[in-house]
């Protein structure tokens, strides 16, 4: 959408200062909570910005007979509120899946998306022991669907106050469990993607205390900073991959395997850890008997999950010193005769190199020194460091799936916003940022970037997809409009800010103050907006009501067009509750042709403008929008011909 266009500030004709029906005043104030010394008005943390901080020490046991995992863990929480705590609160989203849970009512359908569910499903929680103040105690504790309340006996004190939790706990893997976790039987073996396995403590922050909305399957998370010490067992011929460094290389890999990783870190090409002829053989592993530990370190992270399997052709290669890799079975190989036009798993490492590149050099360097792609039955889902994406997919398909669940390393696993209360703030920001990688890599040719055209949003946009506010919580979108409400939406509403509501290169460096401002930080809507606006120096209330916190669509039109011998008047109208600035071409009987973009702030007084041309010519057509850069849900009237 690109260009350069004339400011033109017409001269207001008759105009009907209330003219609104339909939608009231687009122009009214959004209204934010108030600034605090913890959220300031321009956006940024305020001086008092506080964070809880939670710390894991994990260890776990693989099961691949009775495919179970079993393990215990101890949890250190910092409470860096101003404020005592009695009680906190665990996630254990696990029992999403058990029979009755929140989840499969409302999603319940057995073959959906959110689906996964079974008999033998969800946690099965051992001894629950608090270490507080130097006593260990066993507390009380309440069990509701995915949540579990601990008591504590004593307050638990702020501005650094410390408690340990201790858990055991075990559950049965499912085959698919919720589209973000699960079992896949390839050729050559088992692949466990593991994800929301462990019980973890929920966000205490300044704008609604304790976050304790459920698990329900389409909402997805909110969750704290800290380090992860990871121990994960396995059978000796697994391969496990996870979130952080791993820390024992020696015990778990061969010297053969240890020198291709240091050689992926010297180059730009793909080196094959275990190549697809090597998978499955004894070499391939330590040499001795019974089960190997592998142990991974994670800094300043807000999840972890791991994959494991004895099927795993194993690349590698890097950027920027960042280690980069992809797992995955022999069946994610594209058959040669298709592996230039549709490449399969084998150039996933290369995709790779240019998201990481890309998002770097545009927006934020990536914060770890690791990221792996698994090749699963997973079809897309991002954790810190690791991302799960569907070993079938193939050529654009799979760098675009690729890419976005990466996108993600920024959105949220940086930038940690609430996933289930706004799911445009990751997902769209995301979607956002995949539009200009995608371009970068694919050009004109990019299948995905065809669904983000201004034709395209508005078709969605006169549909029910439309029905809901951007602002509708994840687990209250009707699925079928997710992709629409959270993903294309938002992302098409950032792409009319950066390309034809603010000046070049304005959104991008408020887009970049975000980030840097909220980088391992919770932000609210309301701080990605006031920074929007206190860096651009523009009131985008008419914006964000409009596109964010309404249902309402654009229709520009031209009602008519007058010329005498010393000026041509175009009377122009905004139809609908939208308001977006007006993009007007002219053409003259001489063939001369002028096109002019005129400011939102037209649509100030009325729905109603009249634009005033001087121009001593007749004029023979006029269009709004030409190159269809905005979301007009009807073009049969944005232009008029004059008739012979």
């Known amino acids: 959408m690109s260009k350069r266009y004339y400011w033109f500030f017409a001269i207001l004709i008759g105009l009907v200062p209330v003219a609104y029906s339909q939608s009231g005043n687009p122009f009214s104030p959004t209204i934010f909570a108030a600034p605090t010394e913890v959220r300031s008005a321009d956006g940024r943390p305020g001086p008092l910005y506080w964070q809880q901080r939670a710390d894991y020490k994990i260890q776990v046991s693989l099961d691949t007979v009775w495919h179970r995992i079993s393990g215990n863990e101890v949890i250190y929480y910092t409470n860096n509120s101003p404020f005592p705590l009695d009680y906190i609160w665990l996630q254990l989203d696990q029992n999403v899946l058990k029979p009755g849970s929140l989840g499969s009512m409302e999603y319940n359908s057995p073959f959906g998306r959110w689906s996964g569910g079974f008999k033998q499903g969800g946690d099965s929680l051992g001894d629950v022991i608090v270490v507080q103040e130097g006593k260990a105690y066993r507390p009380k504790s309440f069990v509701n669907d995915t949540r579990m309340r601990i008591e504590l006996e004593r307050p638990l004190k702020p501005n650094g106050g410390k408690v340990e939790v201790r858990i055991n706990w075990k559950f049965n893997i499912p085959l698919f469990g919720v589209s973000r976790m699960g079992a896949l039987k390839t050729e050559k073996g088992w692949i466990y993607e593991i ?50 460094v791993l820390k024992n290389p020696a015990a778990v890999l061969t010297r053969a395997e240890i020198n291709r990783l240091a050689q992926a870190l010297k180059t730009d090409s793909t080196i094959h850890i275990i190549s697809e002829s090597e998978v499955g053989d004894i070499h391939t592993r330590p040499t001795g008997t019974g089960n190997l530990t592998w142990k991974f370190h994670a800094s300043n992270v807000r999840d972890f999950s791991w994959a494991a399997s004895r099927a795993f052709i194993w690349d590698a290669s890097h950027w920027d010193n960042i280690l980069l890799m992809a ?57 810190p460091m690791i991302v799960f994406c569907s070993v079938k997919s193939r050529g654009q398909a799979l760098y675009f799936v690729t890419d976005h669940e990466f996108g993600h390393s920024w959105f949220p696993m940086t930038v940690g916003s609430d996933e289930r209360r706004y799911p445009w703030m990751d997902e769209g920001i995301n979607t956002f940022i995949n539009f200009y990688s995608n371009d970068d890599y694919y050009g004109k040719s990019s299948v995905e970037n065809r669904l983000m055209t201004a034709d395209t949003i508005a078709h969605w946009m006169k549909s029910d997809w439309n029905n809901q506010p951007i602002m509708t919580y994840a687990d209250q979108i009707v699925p079928m409009r997710l992709g629409f409400l959270a993903y294309r939406k938002p992302a098409f509403g950032l792409r009319l800010l950066k390309e034809i509501i603010l000046a070049p290169g304005e959104f991008d460096n408020a887009f970049r103050t975000y980030i840097r401002n909220w980088a391992f930080k919770h932000p609210q809507p309301s701080d990605f907006f006031r920074t929007i606006e206190n860096y651009t120096g523009e009131d985008l209330s008419w914006f964000w009501n409009g596109w964010f916190y309404s249902t309402h669509v654009l229709d520009q039109s031209v009602d008519s067009v007058k010329t005498d011998t010393t000026h041509t008047l175009i009377y122009l109208s905004n139809r609908r509750g939208l308001v977006m600035p007006a993009i007007v071409k002219v053409t003259y009987e001489s063939g001369k042709e002028q096109e002019f973009k005129l400011p939102v702030e037209i649509w100030f007084l009325g729905d109603k403008y009249t634009m005033r041309l001087n121009e001593h010519e007749i004029v023979k057509e006029v269009v709004l929008d030409p190159n269809h850069e905005l979301p007009d849900v009807d073009r049969s009237n944005n232009e008029w011909i004059l008739k012979k």
Do not use: C
């Open 195 to 244: 994800a929301q396995w462990y019980p973890r403590l929920a966000v205490y922050d300044d704008v609604h205390g304790w976050n304790t909305l459920p698990y329900l399957g389409q909402g997805e998370f909110y969750l704290e900073y800290g380090d992860f010490d990871v121990s994960i067992t396995v059978p000796r011929n697994l391969i496990v991959v996870a979130t952080g």
């Open 327 to 383: 797992v995955y079975p022999k069946e994610g190989v594209a058959v040669d005769s298709l592996k230039e036009k549709s490449p399969g798993w084998e150039k996933v490492v290369q995709f790779m190199r240019h998201t990481f590149k890309f998002y770097s050099e545009h927006y934020y360097h990536y914060p770890y020194p690791v990221a792996t792609n698994v090749g699963g039955i997973v079809g897309g889902m991002e954790y």
